[in-house]
């Protein structure tokens, strides 16, 4: 029995640190709801030919209202939109999520 119940541990822990960062259940929640405004920014610069100066420029014409989650860090030099969020497992891991304007999507990368 005791190999069994370690045996169940080790594959359940090994699952675990295969996650892909961005992929877990908070992480995707996150990123969907990024993914919203970042949609809303590239219409904007096909609308416009260039950024806005701010985030909040885009609503209410390209979208409704900025999330409350993620807290979204902007920047027009760099052309990025991206956040951070604790992971759930491991436990005291952050993963940070960036796009570049004109992608469709966030790419994530665990940084501690």
Do not use: H
């Amino acid at each position: 029995m005791r190999t069994v119940i370690t045996s169940c541990l080790a594959l359940w822990l090994s699952a675990c640190s295969l996650m892909t960062p961005g992929e877990d259940a908070k992480g995707s929640a996150l990123r969907q709801r990024a993914e919203a405004v970042l949609t809303a920014l590239n219409r904007y610069i096909r609308a416009n030919g260039k950024a806005p100066a701010t985030v909040q420029a885009l609503v209410p014409v390209y979208i409704a209202a900025l999330p409350a989650q993620p807290e979204l860090n902007y920047s027009v030099s760099r052309g990025t939109l991206l956040f951070s969020y604790a992971a759930e497992w491991p436990v005291g891991s952050i993963n940070a999520c960036q796009a570049r304007f004109g992608e469709t999507e966030f790419r994530c990368e665990r940084y501690r």
